[in-house]
């Protein structure tokens, strides 16, 4: 079962930021957050991933709270190419590796 | 575009019959993870495969297996294909199983 609840559908208008929110109560220590991106079924798109601090890369920003219960994916200046749906993700072990467990994501609307 | 590539990137199938799916890794990467994702709902982990060998199996029935080869491709064989099997699937490779990405996926169909 995933490990993030997510709220169904989000929208915002192109050029603000867009924050999209995610919940993880049972997330253990050693586990990191993920989000991806799916646009139109095509293979999931890495964004980026943490574990307890803040982090930021060309395509979004993530604030993960001290507690660790919770994140926020900041796009800055959403685009109408941001159109997607946004999966938080927890890594967890599986066997002696690691997977990605998916829940149902949140559809970002981006518009003009 | 990530580097990985699948294919073919539809098929068309009948109940009963078997299929097999390929993968080729982006270059550098040892690992690749197979997920499945039905119409509306997020990807599911099927397995993981590192050094050739199953590294890792999501809660798939034993009809699904893998393979990886020397080159880190690899493929996806479904056995006594079901209707319920219809869905994308996709392929992801990432090094020791840390970032992965995504392949374009294949569209199965079974009829």
């Known amino acids: 079962d995933a490990k993030t609840t997510q709220p169904p559908s989000m929208d915002c208008a192109e050029g603000r930021a867009a924050n999209l929110p995610c919940n993880h109560s049972?997330?253990?220590?050693?586990?990191?957050v993920y989000w991806y991106r799916q646009i139109h079924s095509q293979g999931p798109q890495y964004i980026i991933h943490?574990?307890?601090n803040n982090e930021t890369n060309e395509m979004a920003s993530l604030i993960i709270t001290e507690d660790r219960k919770s994140s926020t994916l900041i796009l800055p200046h959403a685009t109408l190419r941001d159109t997607a749906v946004y999966y938080c993700?927890?890594?967890?072990?599986?066997?002696?590796?690691?997977?990605?467990?998916f829940g149902s994501g949140t559809r970002l609307l981006v518009r003009p | 575009e990530t580097g990985v590539t699948q294919s073919p990137t539809h098929l068309i199938k009948t109940r009963g019959q078997q299929v097999t799916l390929r993968c080729s890794s982006q270059?550098?990467?040892?690992?690749v993870s197979w997920y499945q994702q039905a119409l509306g709902q997020g990807p599911q982990f099927i397995f993981q495969?590192?050094?050739?060998?199953?590294?890792g199996r999501g809660n798939f029935p034993p009809r699904f297996s893998g393979l990886q080869f020397p080159n880190y491709s690899s493929e996806l064989n479904v056995n006594a294909l079901e209707l319920d099997d219809s869905a994308l699937y996709l392929c992801?490779?990432?090094?020791?199983?840390?970032?992965?990405?995504f392949g374009p996926g294949t569209r199965l169909t079974v009829l």
């Open positions: 992801a490779s990432s090094l020791w199983g840390y970032v992965e990405f």
């Open positions: 049972t997330i253990s220590g050693n586990e990191y």
């Open positions: 943490g574990l307890k």
């Open positions: 993700i927890v890594r967890v072990a599986a066997d002696s590796s690691y997977k990605l467990i």
């Open positions: 270059s550098g990467h040892n690992t």
């Open positions: 495969y590192y050094r050739e060998e199953e590294n």
